[in-house]
Nanobody, 121 residues
C-alpha cells in the first residue's frame, strides 16, 4: 500500500525557517509530480508549490522567493524549505504526489495526513 508521510512541522517565529519532508513508501513503480498544499483554519485547501519528475518547479505567488521545493528520487522524498515565514503561512501542510504503484498501468493522486505549521511570536 502506497502512503505519504510528512514531517518537520512545528512552531516558528515570524521571519524564521522550517523544512518539511514527505516520504513516499510502498510498492511504487514511479512518481511523477510532487507538491505541497496547505489549509488554514476556516479556509479551503490551496496549492502552494510543485515539482515535476524532471525537476521543473512551480510556485504560488504568495510563497515565491520564500519557499523552495526539491526532491530526492532515490529516497522517494520531497522537501519544502520555508524561509521568511509569516503569520499567514500558518496552516496544515499536506504533501501530494502522482504515483504509479506496481501492478497498475496508471497513476493516482496520493495525499499525506498533513503536518501543522504555526508561525507566531
Amino acid at each position: 500500500q502506497v502512503q505519504l508521510v510528512e514531517s518537520g512541522g512545528g512552531l516558528v517565529q515570524p521571519g524564521g525557517s522550517l523544512r518539511l519532508s514527505c516520504a513516499a513508501s510502498g510498492r511504487i513503480f514511479s512518481i511523477g509530480a510532487m507538491g505541497w498544499y496547505r489549509q488554514a483554519p476556516g479556509k479551503e485547501r490551496e496549492w502552494v508549490i510543485s515539482i515535476t519528475s524532471g525537476n521543473t518547479t512551480m510556485y504560488a505567488d504568495s510563497v515565491k522567493g520564500r519557499f523552495t521545493i526539491s526532491r530526492d528520487n532515490a529516497k522517494n522524498t520531497v522537501y519544502l524549505q520555508m524561509n521568511s515565514l509569516k503569520s499567514e503561512d500558518t496552516a496544515v501542510y499536506y504533501c501530494n504526489a502522482n504515483i504509479r504503484p506496481y501492478g497498475l498501468t496508471y497513476s493516482t493522486q496520493y495525499w499525506g495526513r498533513g503536518t501543522q505549521v504555526t508561525v507566531s511570536s
